[in-house]
């Protein structure tokens, strides 16, 4: 089975940077997603890594380690409308498809 | 961009009736999936689709659920007999491929069962 833990809120400071940490468990990994959400709304895709390393998109930066089970999701120069759930996937491919199981998201808070 | 349309947006149901979500993947786009999320819970992976099967599902998804594609652009999920527990927010995803990393989600449908 799979099993994927972060945190359940942060706060953080506009203007700021935060780091949204993701430990995974799980047999069959091919990928690992963040998603951001806002309350009532859909998933919308932020980044995805299947190799180690970083990979930046603007203010949004991602990094896997694949050894230690291990991802984080960092937004720089954070904005009020950054307010929101981050929620970290991982990705398993199956006989016919791909499934992502999510996490439970972490709920960002940015203050002024 | 393209995206992933769901209708409708919310539905209210009494339990024990029939409930039909519709949705309309990406239109090159060949995988399809359903989502739920409970109100304050995470995320949870129902059914995958591919070439006109199920290719996977979940153990969520039980007799209770189907899917289908009734013609070349929609796709359903019907939950037979509501309870009161399936009240979620049910998202509709679609992918081009299996190994890609685009996977988009529709903007959801609310459903509250009473």
């Known amino acids: 089975g799979q099993n994927i833990d972060q945190p359940t809120e942060m706060t953080a400071t506009e203007g700021a940077i935060v780091q949204i940490n993701c430990t995974y468990q799980?047999?069959?990994?091919?990928?690992l997603f963040w998603y951001q959400q806002h309350a009532g709304e859909a998933p919308t895709f932020l980044s995805y890594?299947?190799?180690?390393g970083l990979e930046e998109k603007g203010r949004f930066s991602s990094f896997l380690s694949r050894s230690k089970g291990y991802s984080y999701l960092l937004l720089k120069e954070l904005q009020m409308k950054d307010s929101a759930s981050y929620l970290c996937?991982?990705?398993?491919?199956?006989?016919?498809?791909?499934?992502?199981?999510f996490g439970t998201g972490t709920q960002l808070k940015v203050e002024l | 961009e393209p995206e992933v349309t769901q209708t409708p947006s919310h539905q209210v149901t009494q339990m024990g009736q029939e409930v039909i979500l519709r949705c309309v993947p990406i239109?090159?786009?060949?995988?399809f999936y359903w989502y739920r999320q409970i109100l304050g819970q995470k995320v949870e992976f129902l059914v995958s689709?591919?070439?006109?099967?199920?290719?996977?599902k979940s153990e969520i998804f039980d007799d209770q659920f189907s899917v289908e594609r009734p013609d070349g652009s929609n796709f359903t999920l019907k939950i037979r007999s509501t309870k009161l527990e399936d009240s979620a927010m049910y998202f509709c995803?679609?992918?081009?491929?299996?190994?890609?990393?685009?996977?988009?989600f529709g903007e959801g449908s609310w459903l509250t069962v009473v």
């Open positions: 995803a679609s992918s081009p491929d299996r190994a890609r990393n685009t996977i988009y």
């Open positions: 996937a991982v990705r398993v491919l199956t006989g016919g498809g791909n499934k992502l199981t």
């Open positions: 799980t047999s069959g990994f091919n990928g």
């Open positions: 689709f591919y070439n006109n099967e199920i290719s996977e």
């Open positions: 890594n299947v190799l180690d």
């Open positions: 239109s090159n786009h060949l995988y």
